[in-house]
């Protein structure tokens, strides 16, 4: 399977709600990193919890418009993380605003020899995701 095929395939798993699945695409002791929200997750249980407060912050959440770029061991993938906000976001003060946001999302991630990707990176904008959703004013 190529890698581009199990990053989609993670991504497509995150849509249904399966986060089990999702987590799969990350080696045992890979990391990520959000660096919109400055954390790193250093193990698969971690990343299970990172997608989890996000599925927690909307249960219809999915990635939407995604295209990939193979480029061997590295794949790049541009998508938007789409839904309603119908719970609170985790870390945060913010509880639900039941508003729909969509969110631009760029990933890239390393993979090694097994298939499994060894490091991801995560680039958002959660200062305009904060925006969307009325939970900081939108500067004039």
Known sequence: MSN????RKAHEAFSIGNVDEAIKVL??????????RGQTYRS??????????FM????????????????????????R?????DGPMTGTPFGPSHKPFSLDVCEVWR????????EGHNYSDGFGLL???GHLAVPA
């Open 131 to 133: 925006m969307q959703l």
């Open 111 to 118: 993979f090694g020899p097994d298939g499994l990707a060894v």
């Open 4 to 7: 581009v095929t199990t990053l």
């Open 81 to 85: 993380a789409v839904g309603i906000q």
């Open 27 to 36: 080696a045992p002791n890979g990391i990520m990193i959000d660096h919109g």
């Open 56 to 79: 927690g912050m909307s249960s219809n959440i999915k990635i939407v418009d995604a295209h990939y770029v193979d480029a061997g061991e590295y794949v790049t993938a541009q998508f």
């Open 44 to 53: 698969r249980g971690e990343f299970r919890n990172m997608l989890a407060g």
